[in-house]
């Protein structure tokens, strides 16, 4: 396995601070354009699936990487990303299952933790799970090294549809890739 200093995943490299992801406005398809605009990758949910899938295709239309449940029913939340030029897991999401907070971690497959994604307000989560009316505000996620420093977040906008940026600060030896792939992943796998 590669130490956690790859640069790419799928032959994708994402060295940009900020991106901004647009969802389709009837299903789980995404477009991620970096902070000038360019599509860099895009993303749709297989449906009828068994097993919960996501393919992530390159500005070209080739798969990159794939998003994979771990599990036919994964309640708690075992992903895998797939590096789709070798096969190779490549990160593993794992979800800390509460009813109020959305809570994720980002690791290397042997367990080596890079990140944390965590929803900035339990309080908005619970009035989203409880009210439907209210879905339709902006998620907010925070990103954090294992030691607990901010290393990004999740912002999203008020709009029909999901719009919202990833913005990634200093992230030291984590490769920057696979935080945007993670998060792009996660706000996916949350049906946000």
Known sequence: MEP????DI??????DDTYTVKQSHF???????????NLVLKS????????EEFPFYDADG????????KNVFDVAGDYVLVDERSGDPVLVLNKNFTFFHHRWTI???????LAEV?????????????IDVLSFLPHKYSITSPEGDSIGEIQGHFSLRDKYDVRIHDTGSIP???????AIAIDALEGN
């Open 4 to 7: 956690p200093t790859r640069r």
């Open 10 to 15: 799928g032959g994708v490299v994402l060295d």
């Open 27 to 37: 299903r789980n398809k995404y477009k991620v354009y970096d902070s000038a605009g």
């Open 44 to 51: 749709k949910q297989k449906l009828f699936k068994m097993k």
């Open 62 to 69: 080739n798969v990159v990487f794939r998003v994979k449940a």
């Open 107 to 113: 690791q290397l497959p042997d367990g080596t933790e």
């Open 118 to 130: 965590a929803s900035r307000s339990a309080v908005l989560e619970a009035l989203r799970s409880l």
């Open 176 to 182: 920057k890739t696979a935080l945007v792939a993670g």
